[in-house]
């Protein structure tokens, strides 16, 4: 195994999309995940399951995985709520509710009469106009509006599709409001360090695995954490190649791709010719090919190659489930990475960590 993984003393897993799929039904186990997690709990590697999940609360949510085949205990699990509870009772606030059913007992210690502050989660059917428009107006009559969301992801997969996810609808109250949320899930920092403190380790001897390139590998990264991408749940190649450039490794590259000079020439280029917004892709994808291994972990490169702070995990040994392996680090401006390492493919959690 690689010599930033062998110095990992604990691992920070999501669930969905890397765990399971959820769904309607309960969702369905991704193949050789909860093998993964027996294996990593039978070596020295302490473990947190963080999760955003706002759709039920952590009791429930640990039913239905042990359901679902996995060994998991509601302490070995951080979530939103408990993180929002516990800021509501710090500040004396009182929230207005925006929520699913199923985690409304998470505030059930919570006073909620006459509220100065809106708490809004994934409320799936519960974002209807009407649930909307009352937070809005709790919102719009407080002098010092406060909105708390229990996490910001755009959407995730279930069982049967993509679905939009709480960060869609806290954007529409901020836009509304003139506010900026208090993100508690993932990918705030005070998220990350809380459940690096229940571990119990410093952010350099963890590793985060996710499938979301921004709330997961991003958020980790920030902390000062290792992090790695799963290619499974709501993966996108091309999504995560565009995020990556923007909340990932810009920090990194502002010498090779300044944002805002970015955007402007985004923008010329909408009115220019074919050829000239074509030369303008080719421009940003090459800025992001060239930018040097990030210092905090592994990041997912246009050419589907997983760069860790020590070089590119190797394909052909990820593959065979043998011990991982490290080619040499690319330096900025040198020849691309071999065939071998373009063709990494991490297919999910099992794989990975199959030879613990």
Known sequence: MAAWARAARA????????????????????????????KIKASSLKLRFCTNETQATREKFVKKL????????????????????RVLKERNLRPHLLVHNDVVPEFAEI????????????AADNFSYANL????????????????SLGRGRYYKETDGLKLDVGAYMKALEYACDIQA?????????????????????????IMIGDDIVNDVGGAQQCGMRALQVRTGKYSRCKSEDNLLRSVLLPWCERDWNPARGMQRRRAAERRPLGAARSLRREKRDALASCASDTHGATRLPNGALRSGHGLLDPRQVSKGEKLELTAAQSPGRSPPTRAARDVEIVGIARFWGRL
């Open 11 to 38: 691992l920070l897993l999501d669930v969905s999309g890397v765990l399971y799929d959820s769904g309607g039904d309960g969702g369905v186990p991704i193949a050789g995940s909860a093998e993964a997690v027996r």
């Open 133 to 148: 428009n009352e937070a809005f107006r709790v919102l719009i009559g407080l002098e010092n509006p406060v909105l708390i």
């Open 111 to 122: 006073d909620k009469a006459n509220p100065n502050c809106v708490v809004i989660g994934d």
């Open 182 to 206: 208090e993100v508690v899930g993932k990918p705030a920092k005070m998220f990350f360090e809380s459940a690096l403190a229940e571990l119990g380790v410093q952010p350099q001897q963890a």
């Open 66 to 85: 042990q359901g679902l085949g996995f060994d998991i205990s509601v302490d070995e699990v951080t979530a939103p709520a408990p993180a929002a509870c």
